[in-house]
């Protein structure tokens, strides 16, 4: 059963889906453009194994999709995932972040709020059937909000930075600016590039 208690920030399926690797926010990560985070994700599992499956699951029509494929082969993804896969999807949800200033003014609306996939059945990087689950997906999620609080960074100038040249080579037809979403940065003014000083 969903909460909704107004006492956390959760996303499984609702105000604050964007912080699911489901929801449909593509992310520049180690050189090629996802369709979610869920395929980046679920490809890293067979970098070291097997550029077939990550080819399968980089093309794969959904996030869901991503992750049966990936459950499918799960006999044959590398021997070190389990002591890895904390690390690569924070760095994964760290890139999405960087690339879209709508989930980080949603990330910032969450307060001080404890930030939970509430997911009935994942124990891992939810809360569980039982909600006493470990969670793992929120807390990186406001590891990456403290940042986000202590920094003040436009990710647009002191992140990726470069995003119209790698949309224009996009492999999608038709992606929207979800990363400017009409928040200007009063620095570089949302295109990346600090103005040199007396310009």
Same mark, same amino acid.
């Given at each position: ?40 994700? %679920? ?65 910032? %609306? ?90």
């Amino acid at each position: 059963m969903l909460d909704t208690s107004g006492k956390i920030a959760a996303f499984y399926g609702r105000e604050y889906y964007c912080f699911s690797n489901f929801s449909s926010f593509a992310v520049l990560w180690r050189g090629r453009l996802w369709m979610t985070s869920e395929h980046a994700y %679920q490809a890293a599992k067979f970098f070291d194994t097997s550029t077939e499956f990550v080819e399968m699951i980089f093309y794969a029509k959904s996030a869901y999709s991503a992750l049966k494929f990936a459950k499918a082969l799960k006999h044959l993804r590398a021997k070190d995932w389990e002591e890895r896969k904390l690390s690569i999807m924070e760095e994964v949800c760290r890139a999405k972040l960087q690339q879209h200033g709508y989930i980080q003014r949603k990330l910032l %609306q969450t307060g001080l709020l404890e930030i939970v996939e509430d997911s009935p059945v994942d124990s891992f990087w939810g809360w569980g059937p039982d909600k006493n689950g470990r969670n793992e997906l929120g807390k990186i999620w406001m590891k990456l909000r403290s940042e986000l609080n202590e920094t003040k960074i436009c990710y647009h100038c002191n992140g990726v930075g470069r995003l119209k040249d790698f949309m224009s080579k996009s492999r999608f037809a038709v992606l929207d600016w979800l990363s400017f979403d009409g928040e200007i940065c009063n620095l570089c003014g949302g295109t990346g590039k600090i103005p040199a000083k007396g310009a």
